[in-house]
């Protein structure tokens, strides 16, 4: 039998579900500092922790619900793993080094149903969401793997912007976020978390509705609604206009700002023109948006886009600045090792086949 992920329970929950056992809560306390603080990586390893509630605990879940698959480390410190999940599917996790800390992107779901032209992960169909435990787990194996360094590294960061949309697996990412920011055990702040999605109006409002301060980041990839169906077929359902009511429901709600993500395409996006739409976008709510310039990473299947050349990108960064919209360029990491989101898992998947 499949065990659960023993990382997928909230603090609350893992209460709850011991209370129902006739086991009073002040052990769920012992095990989650079990699980977050000493790091354990079995039960047999828990120490001061009722012998009935690690039994229990035994039965139904398990430490282990992937296999490290594939690890590649790049030059500038980048960490990319392909972890094997209990029914055989490849995820992708990525460790970032920056200078403020660690960062780990975390994928949400096998495959990806919004299918964007431009992306790696798209490429292959939704075939699962991933349970709450299971977007923990690729985080606690990255704090392990920097456990084992002996150099007391730790996470400091998240995005969650791996293979899938967060949006679409909403409650298990919501889980997800509860477990690594409980002060008792992961503590990240909830500052240095940041979830980005496609789009999904409603769930915008619902994620400012949850009262988490995570940050919130917007693909957007086009100004208007004829670039941006033609770029992302998600616009089509869920266009500009209610995506824009989404974004201000979530500034006046949250008081926060929200992140802009635009991948800049070759030919495609990057003149002079998008550059005054996007600024003319975000004009009565400039003080509330970061825009984030992303240079494209070239995926083999995708072929008819092209990285921006280097001067449309500083006259697009130019224009925006001009017209006081805060924004940057955002660094590289990895390009050496697939650094496409879903790169690597799709270049896996058909060499795999291939044998
Ligand atoms: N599904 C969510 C989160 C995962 S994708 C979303 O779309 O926001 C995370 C980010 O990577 C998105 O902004 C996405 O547009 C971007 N991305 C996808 N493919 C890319 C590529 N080949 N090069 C650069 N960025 C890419
Ligand atoms: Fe899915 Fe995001 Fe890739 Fe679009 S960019 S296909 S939403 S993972």
Same mark, same amino acid.
């Given at each position: 039998?499949?065990?659960?992920?023993?990382?997928?329970?909230?603090?609350?929950?893992?209460?709850?579900?011991?209370?129902?056992? @006739?086991?009073?809560?002040?052990?769920?306390?012992?095990?989650?500092?079990?699980?977050?603080?000493?790091?354990?990586? $079995?039960?047999?390893?828990?120490?001061?922790?009722?012998?009935?509630?690690?039994?229990?605990?035994?039965?139904?879940? $398990?430490?282990?619900?992937?296999?490290?698959?594939?690890?590649?480390? *790049?030059?500038?410190?980048?960490?990319?793993?392909?972890?094997?999940?209990?029914?055989?599917?490849?995820?992708?996790?990525? %460790?970032?080094?920056?200078?403020?800390?660690?960062?780990?992107?975390?994928?949400?779901?096998?495959?990806?149903?919004?299918?964007?032209?431009?992306?790696?992960?798209?490429?292959?169909?939704?075939?699962?969401?991933?349970?709450?435990?299971?977007?923990?787990?690729?985080?606690?194996?990255?704090?392990?793997? %920097?456990?084992?360094?002996?150099?007391?590294?730790?996470?400091?960061?998240?995005?969650?912007?791996?293979?899938?949309?967060?949006?679409?697996?909403?409650?298990?990412?919501?889980?997800?976020?509860?477990?690594?920011?409980?002060?008792?055990?992961?503590?990240?702040?909830?500052?240095?978390?940041?979830? *980005? &999605?496609?789009?999904?109006?409603?769930?915008?409002?619902?994620?400012?509705?949850?009262?988490?301060?995570?940050?919130?980041?917007? $693909?957007?990839?086009?100004?208007?609604?004829?670039?941006?169906?033609?770029?992302? =077929?998600?616009?089509?359902?869920?266009?500009?206009?209610?995506?824009?009511?989404?974004?201000?429901?979530?500034?006046?709600? &949250?008081?926060?700002?929200?992140?802009?993500?635009?991948?800049?395409?070759?030919?495609?996006?990057?003149?002079?023109?998008?550059?005054?739409?996007?600024?003319?976008?975000?004009?009565?709510?400039?003080?509330?948006?970061?825009?984030?310039?992303?240079?494209?990473?070239?995926?083999?299947?995708? @072929?008819?886009?092209?990285?921006?050349?280097?001067?449309?990108?500083?006259?697009?960064?130019?224009?925006?600045?001009?017209?006081?919209?805060?924004?940057?360029?955002?660094?590289?990491?990895?390009?050496?090792?697939?650094?496409?989101?879903?790169?690597?898992? $799709?270049?896996?998947? =058909?060499?795999?086949?291939?044998?």
């Amino acid at each position: 039998m499949m065990k659960e992920s023993i990382y997928g329970l909230t603090f609350e929950q893992l209460s709850a579900w011991l209370l129902e056992r @006739g086991i009073k809560p002040f052990h769920a306390a012992q095990v989650w500092e079990q699980l977050y603080r000493k790091r354990v990586t $079995s039960f047999t390893e828990m120490s001061g922790v009722k012998e009935e509630c690690v039994k229990l605990l035994s039965e139904r879940f $398990s430490f282990q619900t992937m296999q490290q698959h594939v690890k590649q480390e *790049s030059e500038d410190g980048t960490v990319k793993f392909l972890f094997k999940l209990q029914d055989g599917n490849l995820i992708e996790t990525v %460790l970032m080094k920056h200078k403020y800390g660690l960062s780990v992107c975390v994928t949400t779901q096998v495959g990806c149903n919004i299918g964007c032209s431009f992306c790696a992960s798209g490429l292959l169909k939704k075939s699962r969401d991933l349970s709450s435990g299971e977007i923990v787990e690729q985080i606690m194996n990255v704090q392990l793997h %920097l456990d084992e360094r002996n150099k007391d590294e730790r996470v400091s960061h998240i995005v969650v912007m791996g293979i899938g949309e967060p949006f679409d697996n909403f409650e298990n990412m919501i889980d997800f976020i509860n477990v690594v920011i409980d002060p008792k055990g992961l503590a990240i702040g909830s500052r240095r978390i940041t979830v *980005s &999605t496609s789009g999904l109006a409603k769930k915008i409002r619902e994620f400012a509705d949850t009262g988490l301060n995570v940050n919130l980041a917007l $693909s957007l990839h086009a100004p208007n609604n004829e670039l941006r169906t033609r770029i992302m =077929k998600i616009n089509k359902a869920i266009p500009l206009e209610p995506l824009m009511e989404a974004v201000d429901y979530y500034i006046t709600t &949250t008081n926060r700002r929200i992140t802009i993500e635009y991948i800049l395409l070759r030919d495609v996006n990057d003149h002079q023109k998008e550059a005054e739409e996007l600024a003319d976008l975000f004009q009565d709510k400039k003080q509330k948006v970061y825009v984030n310039l992303i240079p494209y990473n070239p995926v083999d299947e995708h @072929g008819q886009y092209q990285r921006s050349e280097q001067a449309s990108v500083l006259a697009f960064y130019d224009t925006l600045k001009k017209r006081g919209i805060n924004c940057k360029i955002r660094q590289e990491h990895g390009t050496d090792i697939d650094a496409a989101c879903g790169q690597l898992r $799709s270049k896996q998947i =058909k060499k795999e086949k291939a044998q």
